[in-house]
């Protein structure tokens, strides 16, 4: 299919739950769980975790203790990691991005990050790809011509504001289907996409050919790349502590060329579609969008926050369908 007008598609943390990872607030709760201790005054029947593999009926037995936690303290001291829990938990903000903005958890940035890589990096799959359901496979096979191993994205961008890979990683990982599994051919039509993280991404979606970065590992290979004899990190919590550099939280402002690029490319596009975004007020500033055609998920979306965005917004086409449902049913490319 050829796009004959320019479009931003802006991804949200709702783009990424279909690729099975957490939303916003869900990745609260599992970082709340995981920054603490198991508690110790359990049964003692009740110390390990059973679980029976209905492929052969073999029944394994693993300790009832929190790695997470136990990763946490091997990267900070242990009285802020509990505090930074305790915290978190008592504060109840709507989001972790929420509660680091706060004043009094300015001490928290660096351990909030590392758990949001943490976190991220343990829904990776490397079958991802595979899933039946999943919201980009109808843009696929949009975008991809059968035939072809020559892909037109001249006038598509994407802005992601989730911290994952998993957009990327699918994309990939079709293109190279489509060269023949040609990693060169692939890496050069997979450059040909624009796609922009604000905040920054775990870590990047592929390597360049020939190109040499000690932080980098394949999709869903955390664990094999610390067990690699020749990794230059001795544990995950050394290597995720150095990734979580890569990624700024909704309420810092580092500004940068990536930045400079994402207003060029707004500024010159004729229509916008948002897909699982939550239209938060900051992020929306940043995008800075003055014109233009604007299509949207609105899944979950409060009344209010419905008419405050037709109040900024007041000609957006909004649908209530998550994104898997909306690309099958709408696809506004050849709308405007």
């Known amino acids: 299919m050829q796009i004959k007008n320019k479009f931003v598609i802006i991804l949200g943390a709702g783009s990424s739950m279909e690729y099975g990872y957490p939303s916003g607030l869900k990745l ?47 990267a900070f001291p242990t009285k802020l990691v509990d505090e930074f829990s305790q915290k978190l938990a008592i504060i109840d903000a709507p989001s972790i991005d929420a509660f680091i903005s706060m004043p009094i958890n300015a001490k928290f940035i660096d351990i909030c990050k590392f758990t949001i890589v943490q976190t991220i ?4 799959k490397t079958k991802l790809y595979e899933e039946r359901k999943v919201s980009t496979k109808k843009l696929h096979h949009m975008l991809f011509p059968v035939n072809s ?81 020749n990794s230059h990190y001795k544990s995950e919590a050394e290597l995720i502590r150095d990734l979580s550099c890569n990624i700024d939280t909704i309420y810092e402002s580092r500004e940068s060329k990536e930045h400079a690029e ?26 800075n969008i003055k014109s233009g055609h604007l299509f949207g998920t609105s899944f979950e979306l409060s009344k209010q926050q419905h008419l405050k965005l037709k109040q900024l917004f007041p000609n957006i086409q909004l649908q209530p369908y998550k994104v898997s449902d909306y690309m099958l049913k709408h696809v506004p490319f050849n709308d405007i």
């Open 28 to 74: 609260q709760e599992i970082i709340i769980r995981r920054s603490k201790p198991i508690d110790r005054a359990i049964k003692p029947e009740h110390r390990f975790i059973y679980y029976k593999d209905y492929s052969n009926g073999a029944l394994y037995m693993h300790p009832n203790e929190n790695d997470y936690y136990e990763e946490l303290k091997s």
């Open 121 to 124: 990096l343990s829904y990776e």
């Open 149 to 229: 191993n020559t892909i037109d994205f001249s006038n598509l961008t994407f802005i992601s504001f989730s911290f994952d890979r998993s957009f990327e990683h699918y994309f990939l990982k079709k293109i190279f289907t489509l060269c023949n599994g040609d990693a060169e051919i692939a890496y050069e039509q997979f450059k040909k996409i624009k796609i922009y993280h604000p905040y920054g991404m775990v870590n990047e979606a592929v390597l360049p050919p020939k190109k040499y970065k000690t932080s980098w590992f394949s999709y869903g290979q955390l664990k094999e790349m610390v067990g690699y004899k």
């Open 262 to 287: 994402i207003k060029n490319e707004i500024d010159n596009a004729e229509a916008f579609i948002f897909l699982g975004f939550g239209y938060h007020e900051s992020n929306l500033k940043l995008l």
